[in-house]
């Protein structure tokens, strides 16, 4: 049974990935066609998510009530998944989707980072490998060629995309509190309160605009079904299966899916380097979950070399 278990976490956060990589085919032409912006779409997303998650609680006869002791943690992840939303969407408007999704692909670093300075997981030897191949990528990626540059507003943006999805992964894996609420549930309130911090934004002055063709429904409706229910809902419970590293480290099919659809159906270009610097940050998250036998490839190799004795 807990072998099956494990299947399903790894099945379930790779779906999750997969889904979350269809942001930027279903935004992208929102904002280019229909002239909308980041926080109008992801205000339409969260809401039209919310009906799709109450029917599947009535179906499953889950209840909506709350105890008093899950509203502020279950808000607080809706804040959290609200920020990580609104930055990355923001990024596609300075930089090529493909390349803010594998950006965005930091967080599982963030996840083991945090984890350990805070959670008291082993700072394992494969780390440092894993930030310096990082690194190395991130400088390709942000390297300046032939007139053209990474926007560093950008490049900002996704990494408080990155952060504050990381932030969630955690939370979502250590309360217990959090734990014990049905996945539809949590995932219910998480884009109900989410909500409310673009309402903020229309109240402080950003102008609420629609779609002004049906397609642009479609686009929304796709936005609100495959990254939003189905990616959330296959994250939550992956994480409740196997945990938040190797939940994140899963995720690696999320910037390769956005990749693909920003190719065929964007039309945007990659360039070598590009490619080269995206390959190397995704190898660097993978370092995160095979770090055990190279922690113990590392060890051996010490100690086939001990250090000499000092006279």
Same mark, same amino acid.
């Given at each position: 049974?807990?072998?099956?278990?494990?299947?399903?976490?790894?099945?379930?956060?790779?779906?999750?990935?997969?889904?979350?990589?269809?942001?930027?085919?279903?935004?992208?032409?929102?904002?280019?066609?229909?002239?909308?912006?980041? =926080? &109008?779409? !992801? #205000? *339409?997303? @969260?809401?039209?998510?919310?009906?799709? +998650?109450? /029917? %599947?609680?009535?179906?499953?006869?889950?209840?909506?009530?709350?105890?008093?002791?899950?509203?502020?943690?279950?808000?607080?992840?809706?804040?959290?998944?609200?920020?990580?939303?609104?930055?990355?969407?923001?990024?596609?408007?300075?930089?090529?989707?493909?390349? =803010? &999704?594998? !950006? #965005? *692909?930091? @967080?599982?670093?963030?996840?083991?980072? +945090?984890? /350990? %300075?805070?959670?008291?997981?082993?700072?394992?030897?494969?780390?440092?490998?894993?930030?310096?191949?990082?690194?190395?990528?991130?400088?390709?990626?942000?390297?300046?060629?032939?007139?053209?540059?990474?926007?560093?507003?950008?490049?900002?943006?996704?990494?408080?995309?990155?952060?504050?999805?990381?932030? @969630?992964?955690?939370?979502?894996?250590?309360?217990?509190?959090?734990?014990?609420?049905?996945?539809?549930?949590?995932?219910?309130?998480?884009?109900?309160?989410?909500?409310?911090?673009?309402?903020?934004?229309?109240?402080?002055?950003?102008?609420?605009?629609?779609?002004?063709?049906?397609?642009?429904?479609?686009?929304?409706?796709?936005?609100?079904?495959?990254?939003?229910?189905?990616?959330?809902?296959?994250?939550?419970?992956?994480?409740?299966?196997?945990?938040?590293?190797?939940?994140?480290?899963?995720?690696?099919?999320?910037?390769?899916?956005?990749?693909?659809?920003?190719?065929?159906?964007?039309?945007?270009?990659?360039?070598?380097?590009?490619?080269?610097?995206?390959?190397?940050?995704?190898?660097?998250?993978?370092?995160?979950?095979?770090?055990?036998?190279?922690?113990?490839?590392?060890?051996?190799?010490?100690?086939?070399?001990?250090?000499?004795?000092?006279?």
């Amino acid at each position: 049974m807990k072998t099956s278990s494990k299947a399903w976490g790894y099945l379930l956060a790779a779906v999750a990935a997969a889904a979350y990589g269809t942001n930027p085919a279903f935004a992208v032409p929102l904002y280019d066609a229909e002239g909308m912006n980041a =926080a &109008s779409v !992801l #205000l *339409f997303r @969260y809401l039209m998510g919310l009906p799709i +998650l109450a /029917a %599947l609680m009535a179906w499953r006869g889950t209840g909506f009530a709350l105890s008093r002791n899950e509203w502020l943690p279950v808000v607080t992840l809706g804040v959290l998944m609200a920020l990580s939303s609104l930055g990355l969407f923001e990024s596609y408007k300075w930089m090529n989707s493909g390349v =803010a &999704s594998t !950006l #965005l *692909f930091v @967080y599982p670093v963030m996840v083991a980072l +945090l984890m /350990a %300075l805070f959670f008291h997981e082993r700072l394992r030897l494969s780390l440092g490998i894993c930030l310096a191949v990082m690194g190395a990528g991130l400088a390709l990626l942000m390297r300046q060629e032939q007139g053209m540059e990474l926007s560093v507003y950008g490049c900002m943006l996704v990494g408080i995309s990155a952060l504050t999805y990381a932030l @969630y992964i955690i939370m979502v894996n250590v309360s217990a509190r959090i734990r014990a609420i049905p996945t539809t549930r949590l995932l219910f309130y998480v884009l109900l309160s989410g909500s409310f911090v673009f309402v903020a934004l229309f109240l402080a002055g950003t102008p609420l605009t629609m779609p002004s063709a049906p397609i642009g429904w479609v686009n929304l409706g796709s936005l609100a079904l495959i990254p939003t229910v189905i990616s959330l809902a296959c994250t939550t419970r992956a994480i409740q299966l196997i945990g938040s590293t190797p939940t994140a480290i899963l995720g690696a099919l999320e910037p390769v899916a956005a990749v693909v659809l920003s190719v065929i159906v964007l039309h945007q270009t990659l360039t070598g380097r590009e490619i080269v610097g995206g390959i190397l940050i995704l190898a660097a998250a993978v370092i995160v979950i095979v770090g055990e036998p190279i922690d113990k490839a590392l060890l051996h190799v010490r100690r086939m070399f001990p250090r000499r004795s000092q006279r």
